[in-house]
């Protein structure tokens, strides 16, 4: 019994022990749990406080924001009415540039029409000038080392009357120099462009006027395309379909042809003759003479009673479409001479003279009908014609007004205008061109024709008492074009190449003189006397 309460009492004592060790760990637990509630409380607390902080610092911030939306909004709404007011003003500007614009090209315009009337009643020489655009061919036989420089573009058109020439020459300062002339062409300008600024002439034509548009420059300069085009076929109606690149010489045949058609019942009788001067010696290409070693029959330049200069016996023949005028265009330019130099692999060893004469009749009684509108009528008698309308023309000498009784029935009235279309050889640098033998010889006479030409001009210029015409067969040929009566247009054509500088500077100086000649009032053409048999 004893020893059961011994154990019991032991078993009380451990599970009291028990209890007081756990009363312990639970107080001690329940003090750490008291601190870290406590620090909890405090971290909330300081959580609230930061909260707090924190909302007021965002309620602020908003409040900023929202008053920065709102002028946002605001600075918005005032740049949109400025854009608003600068597009309007932008729009109200385009319409007065635009028509600033307008009045300005009215002006322009008007200032050319004045320009030519001065022109007309100076008579001097018109001179538009064509800069080629650059070609494979520029860069071929250069040093490759200098070939960048050679072939830097040293020539532009500033606008369409002003040409700018940039010297850059080795050892030579930069020097810009400027030319003014009629009408300049960029490279970029069309052959139709060319013509459009050359089509008033054909009317001048038909209005009775004698015209001539000469090509000048150096070879390979673009002259025989601004005149011709690319090269003629077989077939010249295959040439007229082309329409894009046709050159000067078709454009006008078509043209005068249509304007001719405006007015079939006083349609002109068209004649033509194509000469060469080679050599300075002049070759009738329509001629046929079997024996002759050279391409066409020599002319000699003749003087008729009106003082006008002429060919003896040149051929003339009738065409009736600019088909057949070309027909005999494509004729004379395969007679035509010409030799590859170094600078150009089809240069032309002459010039190409082509005359398109225009002869209208009127009726017996016309004087007491309107002059023809066409052209200006004098009383001539009319000129025997060979078959078909080929073959040199008879001579038609004026016949005085007063021969007969006033109303009588006299010849038929023959009025007379003549349209001159010139393709100058080139001029050459005989190192550059590396002729040789008859090449060397032709050259020669082209660079000494062209010298008389300029020199023809230059006399004109300075009104000399004595003008050399008969110091080459071109100027004397050309005389009346020259220095007459007739509307003359000079074709300057250029290379933009900084290697061709010192013939572009020679042609554009040739230009400059040619436009200070002053030659009086351009008259309406009269008969010529002197087209023999």
Same mark, same amino acid.
């Given at each position: 019994m004893i020893g059961k309460s011994n154990r019991e009492a032991t078993r009380f004592y451990f599970l009291y022990n028990e209890k007081q060790y756990l009363q312990r760990n639970i107080h001690s637990t329940l003090i750490k749990l008291y601190q870290v509630i406590q620090k909890l409380k405090q971290d909330i607390k300081e959580f609230h406080s930061s909260c707090l902080e924190l909302i007021r610092n965002y309620q602020d911030q908003y409040r900023v924001c929202l008053s920065e939306i709102v002028?946002?909004?605001?600075?918005?709404?005032?740049?949109?009415?400025?854009?608003?007011? @600068?597009?309007?003003?932008?729009? @109200?500007?385009?319409?007065?540039?635009?028509?600033?614009?307008?009045?300005?090209?009215?002006?322009?315009?008007?200032?050319?029409?004045? @320009?030519?009337?001065?022109v007309e009643l100076k008579g001097n020489i018109r001179v538009h000038c064509r800069i080629r655009p650059l070609l494979p061919f520029d860069n071929e036989f250069d040093d490759p080392v200098q070939n960048s420089s050679l072939c830097e573009k040293a020539i532009h058109a500033v606008d369409d009357e002003t040409v700018l020439v940039k010297c850059n020459?080795?050892?030579?300062?930069?020097?810009?120099?400027?030319?003014?002339?009629?009408?300049?062409?960029?490279?970029?300008?069309?052959?139709?462009?060319?013509?459009?600024?050359?089509?008033?002439?054909?009317?001048?034509?038909?209005?009775?006027?004698?015209?001539?548009?000469?090509?000048?420059?150096?070879?390979?300069?673009?002259?025989?395309?601004?005149?011709?085009?690319?090269?003629?076929?077989?077939?010249?109606?295959?040439?007229?379909?082309?329409h894009g690149d046709l050159g000067i010489i078709?454009?006008?045949a078509?043209?005068?042809?249509?304007?001719?058609?405006?007015?079939?019942?006083?349609?002109?009788?068209?004649?033509?003759?194509?000469?060469?001067?080679?050599?300075?010696?002049?070759?009738?290409?329509?001629?046929?003479?079997?024996?002759?070693?050279?391409?066409?029959?020599?002319?000699?330049?003749?003087?008729?009673?009106?003082?006008?200069?002429?060919?003896?016996?040149?051929?003339?023949?009738?065409?009736?479409?600019?088909?057949?005028?070309?027909?005999?265009?494509?004729?004379?330019?395969?007679?035509?001479?010409k030799h590859p130099t170094l600078v150009h692999t089809d240069s032309s060893r002459s010039h190409l003279v082509i005359t398109v004469t225009l002869t209208a009749a009127s009726p017996p009684d016309s004087s007491h009908q309107q002059p023809n509108p066409m052209l200006k009528e004098l009383i001539c008698p009319s000129a025997p014609r060979t078959a078909g309308g080929e073959g040199p023309r008879a001579s038609r000498r004026a016949s005085s007004p007063g021969a007969g009784p006033v109303g009588a029935a006299g010849p038929p009235r023959q009025a007379q205008a003549?349209?001159?279309?010139?393709?100058?050889?080139?001029?050459?640098?005989?190192?550059?061109?590396?002729?040789?033998?008859?090449?060397l010889r032709e050259t020669s006479c082209i660079n000494r024709s062209l010298a008389a030409l300029a020199d023809v001009l230059g006399a004109l210029a300075e009104r000399r008492g004595h003008v050399p015409y008969r110091n080459s067969r071109l100027t004397h040929f050309l005389q009346d074009s020259i220095g007459g009566d007739a509307k003359l247009l000079v074709m300057l054509c250029v290379s933009p190449c900084q290697?061709?500088?010192?013939?572009?500077?020679?042609?554009?100086?040739?230009?400059?003189?040619?436009?200070?000649?002053?030659?009086?009032?351009?008259?309406?053409?009269?008969?010529?006397?002197?087209?023999?048999?």
């Amino acid at each position: 019994m004893i020893g059961k309460s011994n154990r019991e009492a032991t078993r009380f004592y451990f599970l009291y022990n028990e209890k007081q060790y756990l009363q312990r760990n639970i107080h001690s637990t329940l003090i750490k749990l008291y601190q870290v509630i406590q620090k909890l409380k405090q971290d909330i607390k300081e959580f609230h406080s930061s909260c707090l902080e924190l909302i007021r610092n965002y309620q602020d911030q908003y409040r900023v924001c929202l008053s920065e939306i709102v002028t946002a909004v605001h600075r918005t709404q005032l740049y949109n009415e400025a854009l608003q007011s @600068h597009q309007s003003r932008a729009v @109200h500007l385009e319409k007065c540039l635009q028509e600033i614009n307008e009045q300005y090209q009215i002006e322009k315009q008007k200032r050319k029409l004045l @320009h030519n009337s001065l022109v007309e009643l100076k008579g001097n020489i018109r001179v538009h000038c064509r800069i080629r655009p650059l070609l494979p061919f520029d860069n071929e036989f250069d040093d490759p080392v200098q070939n960048s420089s050679l072939c830097e573009k040293a020539i532009h058109a500033v606008d369409d009357e002003t040409v700018l020439v940039k010297c850059n020459r080795p050892g030579h300062p930069l020097i810009n120099k400027t030319y003014n002339f009629e009408r300049v062409y960029g490279p970029a300008e069309s052959q139709r462009t060319v013509f459009g600024e050359i089509r008033p002439l054909l009317m001048s034509l038909l209005d009775g006027y004698n015209v001539c548009i000469m090509a000048y420059g150096q070879t390979g300069s673009g002259k025989s395309y601004t005149m011709l085009g690319p090269h003629l076929p077989d077939d010249p109606a295959l040439s007229l379909d082309s329409h894009g690149d046709l050159g000067i010489i078709p454009r006008a045949a078509e043209e005068l042809f249509r304007l001719i058609s405006e007015n079939p019942s006083r349609s002109p009788e068209v004649e033509v003759s194509i000469v060469e001067i080679y050599n300075n010696e002049i070759f009738d290409l329509l001629a046929k003479d079997s024996c002759t070693l050279v391409s066409g029959v020599k002319r000699d330049v003749i003087t008729t009673k009106e003082g006008k200069k002429e060919l003896s016996r040149l051929t003339y023949k009738s065409v009736s479409s600019a088909v057949a005028l070309m027909g005999l265009v494509a004729g004379g330019l395969r007679l035509r001479v010409k030799h590859p130099t170094l600078v150009h692999t089809d240069s032309s060893r002459s010039h190409l003279v082509i005359t398109v004469t225009l002869t209208a009749a009127s009726p017996p009684d016309s004087s007491h009908q309107q002059p023809n509108p066409m052209l200006k009528e004098l009383i001539c008698p009319s000129a025997p014609r060979t078959a078909g309308g080929e073959g040199p023309r008879a001579s038609r000498r004026a016949s005085s007004p007063g021969a007969g009784p006033v109303g009588a029935a006299g010849p038929p009235r023959q009025a007379q205008a003549r349209l001159q279309l010139v393709d100058l050889a080139g001029s050459e640098c005989v190192g550059a061109s590396g002729v040789t033998g008859l090449a060397l010889r032709e050259t020669s006479c082209i660079n000494r024709s062209l010298a008389a030409l300029a020199d023809v001009l230059g006399a004109l210029a300075e009104r000399r008492g004595h003008v050399p015409y008969r110091n080459s067969r071109l100027t004397h040929f050309l005389q009346d074009s020259i220095g007459g009566d007739a509307k003359l247009l000079v074709m300057l054509c250029v290379s933009p190449c900084q290697k061709h500088l010192a013939e572009t500077l020679q042609c554009l100086g040739f230009g400059s003189r040619a436009r200070q000649v002053q030659r009086g009032q351009a008259k309406r053409g009269v008969p010529a006397s002197g087209k023999s048999k």
